[in-house]
């Protein structure tokens, strides 16, 4: 199996910056696509930011220019850079990864989240 775990969460005024940080771990052969997903209280996840295994990005619209998604593959690990906060920005953020296990098969793994939350 794969674990994932997000950090990097907190609480940032309007305007400000955050950091989400995504480390994969497990028997790991490599990972395709790992993306950040956000879930407001009352309301669906959708993806925020996605990156594959050629760097391609994508980025939901509400997001675009003020966040950036990025990977280390040598350490299994996905970030989002987060600038020019809005309230409504503020959710909890989980991050999941399409890997290769050792044992040659597929798995998709899910973080528990982390909050951010946006306010004055």
């Known amino acids: 199996q794969v674990q994932v775990v997000e950090s990097g969460g907190g609480l940032v005024q309007p305007g400000g910056s955050l950091r989400l940080s995504c480390a994969a771990s497990g028997s790991i052969v490599s990972i395709d696509d790992m993306g950040w997903y956000r879930q407001a209280p009352g309301e669906q996840r959708y993806l925020v930011a996605a990156?594959?295994?050629?760097?391609?990005?994508n980025y939901a619209d509400s997001v675009k220019g003020r966040f950036t998604i990025s990977r280390d593959n040598a350490k299994n690990t996905v970030y989002l850079q987060m600038n020019s906060l809005k309230p409504e920005d503020t959710a909890v953020y989980y991050c999941?990864?399409?890997?290769?296990?050792?044992?040659?098969?597929?798995?998709?793994?899910w973080g528990k989240g982390t909050l951010v939350t946006v306010s004055s």
């Open positions: 999941k990864v399409h890997t290769l296990l050792r044992r040659g098969i597929w798995v998709i793994g």
């Open positions: 990156t594959n295994s050629e760097d391609n990005t």
